[in-house]
């Protein structure tokens, strides 16, 4: 991860960045209801939300982001919150640091986002973290064929199907802007 990206996600953080909501969406919701608590994953966790969301249903959660300052603001709500969540400065292109298996991995928005070198590196450290049966929830945006930076393209799917049975896709768009998608993946 190279040090200018770090450091733009870091100043977002000083600010509202406009993907950090405050709110956990309907499909996390729709999952926490339909699943037994266990282990959960949430990579890119930013302010915390999440984490702290699946922490209060009952989910032994790790939140990881690369964004420091980001962790010490989940830090702190999660302390207001009255939940522990294991929150960590980590890089999600090095995975294989953390102690699996999870049941629930969560990624809203780091996947599209990495160089195709790094989805390789994610794809497979991600099998490793999940357990058997476990469930990859990934919150995604597409990009045009031609552009570059950062979305999903149909490659980055074949990876994931690679070693991940897929299970559904929800499509929709990001804020009217652009083409995204929800997808649910096992591990088998």
Not at 159 to 179: H, N, T, V
Request: net charge neutral; with cysteine; glycine share 8%.
């Amino acid at each position: 991860m190279s040090l200018l990206k770090r450091l733009f996600f870091n100043l977002w953080y000083y600010r509202k960045p406009p993907w950090d909501t405050g709110i956990s969406p309907p499909e996390l919701m729709d999952f926490i209801k339909s699943h037994s608590p266990g282990r959960a994953l949430d990579i890119g966790c930013g302010t915390g939300t999440n984490a702290i969301t699946l922490s209060k249903h009952g989910w032994q959660t790790t939140g990881i982001d690369f964004a420091s300052h980001a962790i010490r603001i989940a830090r702190n709500k999660a302390r207001n919150a009255g939940v522990n969540v294991d929150l960590r400065v980590e890089d999600i292109t090095t995975l294989s640091d953390l102690a699996g298996p999870f049941e629930l991995v969560l990624d809203m928005g780091c996947f599209h986002s990495l160089s195709p070198r790094d989805k390789d590196n994610y794809a497979r450290d991600l099998t490793h973290l999940l357990a058997p049966d476990g469930t990859y929830l990934m919150y995604g945006f597409f990009k045009p064929p031609a552009e570059s930076g950062p979305g999903l393209v149909e490659t980055d799917l074949d990876l994931l199907s690679a070693s991940l049975k897929f299970i559904k896709r929800q499509d929709g768009s990001e804020r009217g802007l652009r083409p995204s998608a929800w997808f649910v993946y096992e591990r088998s």
